[in-house]
């Protein structure tokens, strides 16, 4: 084989492995897919409707965070979206606490206060997301009910922290039977970010986030591959080997920048790199995400976008150009693959095109302001 057709095949081969960054970003794409997800915001209930299945309150709460991460981005959008929040944090509590009619009156007030019990349910890790969203809403905002609500969920989480079993950890539901890595990896963003929130306490949230680090590598849920797996066998205390799902390399990128930020320590982003890089060898085919059960992840649809809105915050620490274009290159891919003539989008950022729900959009949003953030918008 001479010269020319080496070069050919090696060509040929490495169009067939990877894709490239397109070139430039589109910025009015990211208003576009933004608005397509708020076209199912029902005002009543205060969350997203639509699809099947219908979103969960986790899946809201993501929804949310997405929004805001756009508004932190856009002027005119910060203004465009102020009253969803407000009217999400209202509905929300409203709806959870229907029954308690001291609740009810109390939150008649304005502005809407936030009560211990507002966003409390059985699930620790749900709880952890509407913490996070709350933080993105207040550092948008800087509206104080917010913050108050994310310290209330932090301290309800810490609750949870049990160290007869498995040495420590937050355990994933109030039954105490499963100790998973989202719910601890929540644990973990939350004391951070909140240490980067509150001057006065950092050294407390600093405190948990480096004590449910500790814990959280020695557990062996990071396997050898430097993926993490679902969470722990409860009979051994050892990693489960279950499903690996691409929210559970994310929400712990996010986390330990954070931490690097609170608390600068090389280690932090060492492992968020090592995560990150493995996570995209794995579940990042030719640099476009996939899930495992696409198309049809129901409310595992918000993964990707976890993923993705955490990478960014790694990215903009490391620079590392390998970030961007897996940003770049999903986003192109969805947007040419699995777009629908009104700008909603189903699961598949690599197509074919599925079937819309809440946690599709609000997915395809984290993917398009991420793709916003890293490119000249």
Known sequence: MNLLSKALLLVAVASTTCSAAPSKFDCSRTRDVIGGMQKMYDYGKGTWVGGS?????????????????YMKEDTFAAGQYSSVLDNTFLKVQQDNLKDNNTAKSQLQQHPTP???????????????WWALGWIRAYEVTKKDQFLKAATQIFERMASAWDESKCNGGVWWTTEKSYKNAITNELFLSLAAQL???IPDKKDYYVKWAKKELDWFKGTGMINGDNIINDGLDMNTCKNNQQTVWTYNQGVILGGLVALDKASPNKEYIDLATKIADAAIK???PGNVLKEDCEPNCGGGATFKGVFIRNLVDLYKKTNKNEYKTVILTSGSSLWDKGRYDNNTFGDAWGGPKSDITVMSESSASDLFVAAYKVSDC
Do not use: H, Q, R, V
């Open 114 to 128: 936030a009560l211990p019990e507002g966003f409390i349910n059985e699930f620790y890790d749900d709880i952890g």
């Open 282 to 284: 794995k579940m990042a």
């Open 195 to 197: 240490a980067n929130t």
């Open 53 to 69: 299945p219908p979103s969960s309150t986790w899946n809201d709460a993501n929804a949310m965070t997405a929004l805001c991460d």
